[in-house]
């Protein structure tokens, strides 16, 4: 389970060409389910558009597609897909809506535009990095509360919200392969009855 770059949420930028206008629209999709459902709402807001190109890259089956939607072939989809993978971005999707601005660009101009408003829209974007975790529970006697948050900050863990009851429980996520060193920590704290589970590994933005 390797690490990856993505795209938090969406982005859009906008460009113009021999009075072409070209707006790059991107978002954060890690199923073809989302990566279709936001081409679908960029279609439906810009439905007088003359083209919406599109090119999306998944982590899952390292699945790929790209569409010229009416363009001339490898001038706006796969140029769009390139710059994805020039980026070292993966499940990330960009639609970029073209409004005809009267001149003809030629194909080496729609490469040129194209490339140049997926650099834009990725520009725009807030990359962030996809690791593999683990979630985990920790639950301890109030007297030992403030020990165990800073072991849990030692060991690079992000806590969530601490519920208090009849004892304390620290929900928390943790880089994968840092759980065993935690536990042990966690056992000399407790002396050697710790009460902590760990979910199966999964990934996530972390940092």
């Known amino acids: ?13 906008r460009i113009e060409e021999k009075k072409s206008e070209f707006i790059a629209h991107i978002s954060f999709a890690d199923t073809e389910e989302k990566a279709l459902a936001f081409l679908n709402a960029v279609r439906a807001e810009h439905r007088t558009a003359s083209h919406n190109v ?30 994805i993978r020039h980026a070292h971005l993966t499940d990330c999707v960009i639609v970029t809506t073209r409004y005809f601005g009267g001149t003809l660009l030629g194909t080496g101009g729609l490469v040129r535009a194209y490339t140049a408003a997926a650099g834009a829209a990725i520009a725009a974007a807030r990359r962030v990095t996809v690791q593999p975790c683990v979630h985990g529970v920790l639950r301890v006697d109030y007297a030992l ?14 806590q969530e919200e601490t519920q208090f009851s009849h004892c304390v429980t620290i929900p928390f996520v943790l880089l994968l392969g840092r759980e065993t060193a935690l536990r042990e920590s966690l056992q000399q704290l407790c002396r050697g009855s710790v009460d902590l589970t760990f979910s199966e590994p999964y990934f996530a933005p972390f940092g």
Do not use: H, W
């Open 1 to 13: 389970m390797d690490a990856y770059q993505t795209v938090a949420g969406t982005a859009t930028a």
């Open 54 to 83: 599109y090119a999306y890259l998944l982590r899952e089956g390292a699945r790929m597609r790209y569409s010229d939607d009416g363009e001339p072939a490898k001038t706006s989809g796969l140029p769009t897909l390139e710059a």
């Open 145 to 158: 509360y403030e020990q165990a948050q800073r072991l849990l900050a030692e060991a690079g863990a992000q």
